[in-house]
């Protein structure tokens, strides 16, 4: 993990989130997005250590994964606990997915892991070396660690939401900056990979912030914030985005254009900007799978029953 290089962009984004909060920026929102984006450079591969899990954890997680989905589980004890968020990162998809996931969000839904328990995993998900590891080097097997620790992030703010796990203000916002951290770094943009299951990083993004903008706590400018913050990521992604990342987040964004009319306003002017940028030059494949994300994006919020008229109808002029 290149520390010095994350830290540099988290003080910048941490400045412009506290400038779009504070009202002080609008439309320079989008040129100084795509400075901090377009700054970061890919660091070269290097080797992946993950958690190993023994043949006996793996056999008593598949047996409870099954009681999970009955509501049949019973409390565990924290070493258990410490086991299972270290299943989270592997490979093994069975394991991760199938298991791991499965029990944390059953332990969750029934209430069944003490405040303690509680809190490590709300440490896991928002653990720097978890969210941030290997994130700028080319894709690599530290995506399902990271992608499972932003599921579980957007599983535990739908169940404050919800009111069975409670969540102080500081842990949603320190899970609203990270994510929005994440969003700018991220290079992993596949979605099932073979073999080892959903990496799947831009989905479980755009999940937690579709959880976040329900939450009155947050100003409308962090809401805009996280808007852009998507969207200018999105807009620099040059690899086709075709399972599922699109229809999350549209689904995103018309919740929040819905919310207030100052979201559908700055869409309206992030649009524009898009649309001259993508028109600048069109000579390689990553200029044509940008073209044609963008025009995903847009088929996917016109579609939407729900999204405000005024978009509907700059959308289709």
Not at 57 to 86: C, I, M, S, W, Y
Not at 269 to 297: A, G
Request: proline share 3%.
């Amino acid at each position: 993990m290149d520390e010095l290089t994350i830290e540099k962009s988290a003080f910048q984004l941490a400045q412009l989130h506290n400038d779009v909060a504070d009202g002080k920026a609008f439309h320079s929102i989008v040129g100084r997005l795509g400075s901090i984006i377009d700054n970061e450079a890919s660091q070269p591969r290097t080797k992946v250590e993950l958690p190993r899990i023994s043949q006996s954890f793996k056999h008593e997680l598949t047996n409870l994964a099954d009681g999970a989905d009955k509501n049949e589980l019973v409390p565990v004890n924290d070493g258990f606990v410490r086991q299972l968020l270290k299943a989270l990162q592997v490979t093994n998809r069975t394991v991760r997915e199938r298991s791991a996931f499965t029990v944390l969000n059953g332990l969750l839904g029934q209430r069944l892991l003490t405040d303690d328990q509680l809190q490590m995993v709300i440490d896991h998900v928002t653990d720097n070396h978890i969210l941030y590891d290997h994130i700028l080097e080319p894709p690599n097997r530290a995506v399902f660690g990271r992608s499972t620790a932003l599921a579980g992030m957007a599983m535990l703010l739908y169940g404050d939401r919800h009111d069975y796990l409670r969540l102080t203000n500081d842990e949603v916002y320190e899970m609203m900056n990270k994510a929005s951290l994440v969003t700018v770094l991220e290079r992993d943009t596949r979605g099932f990979v073979k073999k080892s299951g959903w990496a799947h990083t831009f989905v479980q993004i755009a999940n937690i912030y579709n959880e976040l903008i329900q939450r009155d706590e947050l100003l409308r400018g962090d809401k805009l914030f996280l808007m852009a913050t998507l969207l200018e990521r999105y807009r620099r992604v040059y690899t086709p985005l075709i399972m599922g990342e699109t229809e999350s987040i549209v689904t995103f964004t018309v919740n929040l254009l819905n919310l207030n009319p100052i979201y559908q306003h700055f869409l309206l002017y992030e649009l524009e900007q898009w649309q001259k940028s993508l028109t600048n030059h069109l000579d390689t494949e990553s200029d044509w799978t940008r073209v044609f994300n963008f025009r995903r994006l847009m088929q996917g919020m016109a579609m939407d029953s729900s999204l405000p008229e005024n978009v509907r109808k700059y959308l289709s002029a």
